[in-house]
T-cell receptor
């Protein structure tokens, strides 16, 4: 396994369209996080999965955002009715145990026109 | 609420010019202070974890230290390939998710 994989790497969409990002974590990692990062800022927590259970969602995650992790494997993050303020890098990270040493993917960069 | 503040926002060094980056934190109880490196257009890459005041970790030209209120990332004789954004984070104390709370980072540029 070569690490956390995210797809697509780049997405350009028009305001109001829906977009979906996929994350494939390291295979033995049961914990998965989504973060959002805008230019000049650090990553901000969006949501957390332990296996298939979504255990926490940030207040940043409005009703237009939904995340899933069916069967505790890959995860998807969907944004409905995109807005220009959604433009950001969406990062996925996974971890096996409780060390806090996250393994991040390369990210999916979203540009909303 | 847990908070992380990094300084400076940006730092430009000449190759071989040593310096330090600062990370100040406010937490209910420290469960780990983390340093990550992030190259442009990439996800953060883990560098160090520190758990208690006085602890130090080293990796090549980097050394991370921790006090009760702040952490320093010392860069000795940097090379151009050390240019990146360095992020500091603490683990959220109150939740069960162990999520990390990041600072805004220090953008380091090392000129040859």
């Amino acid at each position: 396994d070569t690490g956390v994989s995210q797809d697509p790497r780049h997405k350009i969409t028009k305001r109001g369209q829906n977009v979906t990002f996929r994350c494939d974590p390291i295979s033995e990692h049961n914990r998965l996080y989504w973060y959002r990062q805008t230019l000049g800022q650090g990553p901000e927590f969006l949501t957390y999965f332990q296996n298939e259970a979504q255990l926490e969602k940030s207040r940043l995650l409005s009703d237009r955002f939904s995340a899933e992790r069916p069967k505790g494997s890959f995860s998807t993050l969907e944004i409905q009715r995109t807005e220009q303020g959604d433009s950001a890098m969406y990062l996925c990270a996974s971890i096996e145990g409780d060390t806090g040493e996250l393994f991040f993917g390369e990210g999916s960069r979203l540009t909303v026109l | 609420e847990d908070q992380v503040t990094q300084s400076p926002e940006a730092l430009r060094l000449q190759e071989g010019e040593s310096s330090s980056l600062n990370c100040s934190y406010t937490v209910s109880g420290l469960r780990g202070l983390f340093w990550y490196r992030q190259d442009p257009g990439k996800g953060p890459e883990f560098l160090f974890t520190l758990y208690s005041a006085g602890e130090e970790k080293e990796k090549e030209r980097l050394k991370a230290t921790l006090t009760k209120k702040e952490s320093f990332l010392h860069i000795t004789a940097p090379k151009p390939e050390d240019s990146a954004t360095y992020l500091c984070a603490v683990r959220d104390y109150g939740g069960a998710t162990n999520k990390l709370i990041f600072g805004t980072g220090t953008l380091l540029a090392v000129q040859p």
